[in-house]
């Protein structure tokens, strides 16, 4: 009876700490988006900071297995990015990404593992893993600024696209390592490079089956919230899936939520039920990065980056080194190779805002508490961060700004929005057109409505005017949209003829056919 009493309490008492932690967490990000001078300070490391001065108060958060800490948040984080990256944009740069997610991780690794070995006087073992977990880049508040300031796309595309693929491979080469300090296992070049094959085939693998399986479940259902479920389900089901049978879950996570994303959410998914979707993921991947930076800034303490501070310098220096290496060599090659046209204002804007974050951050705290150097570990990931954040994020705007990298993407964003709406209203009034086809209401109340849609279609259109005025350039904007549409109402037509059952045709070559065409 006392055990049971005690378990009780000790779930009550986490509990309303767990609470007081996201209270807190929504507050910062409040506060972030209400005074101009937070605005400039990254949310993530508004959080951190607060979730250091949380251990002078001894308020902590509910307290996780290391053990759990990759299945817990890595999943939801990695499916998130996924599902948000057009395939489209990625085909146009998959040699570069392609070079900075895979040799770019290599050349991290190594950059970094073998200063603090030599320099540091780490132990090789802790010293690559170590550089396993600072190879990961998670450029969450710079592709914000980017957005904000109007970036190119190919410049988002390149730095979202490396993120992505980049986690992947190094998660999977950071699992490879994670027996080394521990002496189960040696450094054989060939018998690393065969398992690490066989890390990225399963999971390649794992997530190509549930992505497809599940895109053919949703054509055949329309349960905007069942679907919403089975894409939670599918993230944390690949991540299991691809660890049980031997592969990298990471990677099966990065492919399952590039397929539902690309392929599944438009034949099987409603506008509706994907803006749903959309909108979850959303809410999913702030929720687990506020949660995690919290993390870590409650369970560092500013006496262990001090007692670290040498080894923290010697990090930061290989980060900013190897990352130098690896985005002008990798883009040079890809500029004589693949016609990539990277310039070399754009090299040095995703050389400077490689930030490390949340991925780091859940390895590090994924070290298994048997290790003794894990705190070592943990304080030099965390002091990595911190600069990350606090030099290389606060300085990226205005690094954008003195390379004249500065687009018209919020205004393009805008004439976007506004040509969706002017298209919604217009489908609206057509609809109003022919009454017989509506539920029958009272006349006037009837005419009021078609009034007002009509004002404000006359609105939307003149704002559309007065942009085209301003930027004449926007006009391809319209296009763009026009072939969108286009395309979305044939392969959203086929998916349709596939719920009925009067078409048994695969759409995925259909769809690449397709896009070739648009």
């Not at 670290?308 to 060599?329: E, N």
């Not at 072939?483 to 086929?494: N, P, R």
Request: charge should be negative; proline fraction near 4%; aromatic fraction near 10%.
């Amino acid at each position: 009876m006392d055990a049971v009493t005690n378990e009780s309490v000790t779930i009550s008492y986490n509990l309303e700490h767990f609470l007081i932690v996201l209270s807190v967490s929504l507050s910062i990000a409040t506060l972030s988006k209400t005074f101009a001078v937070l605005r400039k300070i990254p949310y993530t490391l508004l959080l951190v900071i607060v979730g250091v001065g949380l251990t002078f108060i001894d308020i902590r958060l509910i307290n996780l297995s290391p053990e759990l800490i990759l299945e817990i948040f890595l999943p939801p984080l990695l499916f998130e990015a996924a599902w948000n990256v057009s395939w489209r944009n990625l085909k146009a740069s998959w040699f570069p990404v392609s070079l900075f997610a895979v040799v770019g991780v290599i050349i991290a690794v190594v950059g970094i593992g073998f200063p603090l070995h030599q320099f540091g006087g780490m132990p090789l073992a802790i010293a690559l893993l170590v550089a396993a977990a600072l190879s990961t880049t998670d450029p969450v508040s710079v592709l914000a600024l980017f957005k904000e300031l109007g970036a190119s796309q190919k410049l988002r595309t390149l730095m979202e696209g490396e993120s992505l693929f980049n986690d992947g491979v190094a998660v999977a080469i950071f699992v490879i390592l994670a027996d080394l300090p521990l002496g189960s296992k040696i450094i054989d070049p060939s018998s690393t490079l065969t398992l690490f094959g066989t890390f990225v085939g399963v999971g390649v693998a794992c997530g190509l089956v549930i992505g497809f399986s599940l895109s053919f479940l949703t054509q055949r259902i329309e349960l905007p919230f069942v679907e919403q479920s089975l894409t939670l389900v599918s993230a944390y089901g690949a991540y299991l899936l691809g660890e049980e049978l031997g592969g990298s879950g990471v990677i099966a996570v990065v492919v399952v939520g590039m397929v539902l994303g690309n392929y599944g959410s438009r034949v099987g998914m409603n506008p509706r039920t994907r803006l749903v979707v959309s909108m979850f993921w959303e809410f999913v991947a702030f929720f687990i990065n506020s949660i995690i930076f919290l993390l870590i800034g409650d369970q560092i303490g500013l006496g262990g980056l001090a007692d670290h501070f040498y080894l923290i310098l010697i990090a930061i220096g290989a980060v900013v080194a190897s990352r130098f290496v690896a985005i002008f060599a990798l883009s040079a090659i890809s500029n004589g190779v693949a016609k990539s046209q990277i310039s070399f204002r754009e090299q040095t804007v995703l050389w400077w805002g490689g930030l490390r974050g949340s991925v780091a951050i859940a390895l590090a705290l994924s070290v298994p508490e048997y290790i003794p150097a894990r705190q070592e570990i943990i304080d030099i990931v965390f002091g990595v961060v911190l600069f990350t954040l606090l030099v290389q994020g606060i300085t990226t705007p205005f690094l954008l700004k003195k390379l004249n990298l500065i687009g018209d993407y919020p205004q393009r964003q805008e004439y976007a929005a506004l040509i969706s709406r002017q298209l919604a209203l217009k489908e609206i009034l057509n609809k109003l057109q022919h009454p017989e086809n509506l539920p029958k209401i009272d006349p006037k109340r009837f005419k009021e409505r078609q009034i007002l849609v009509e004002t404000q279609l006359n609105s939307v259109t003149d704002q559309l005017e007065k942009l085209l005025e301003n930027y004449p350039q926007l006009e391809t904007v319209a296009n763009e949209k026009f072939d969108q549409a286009i395309l979305d109402i044939e392969v959203e037509t086929y998916a349709e003829l596939i719920r009925v059952g009067r078409l048994d045709e695969d759409l995925m070559p259909l769809m690449n056919s397709l896009e070739e065409e648009h």
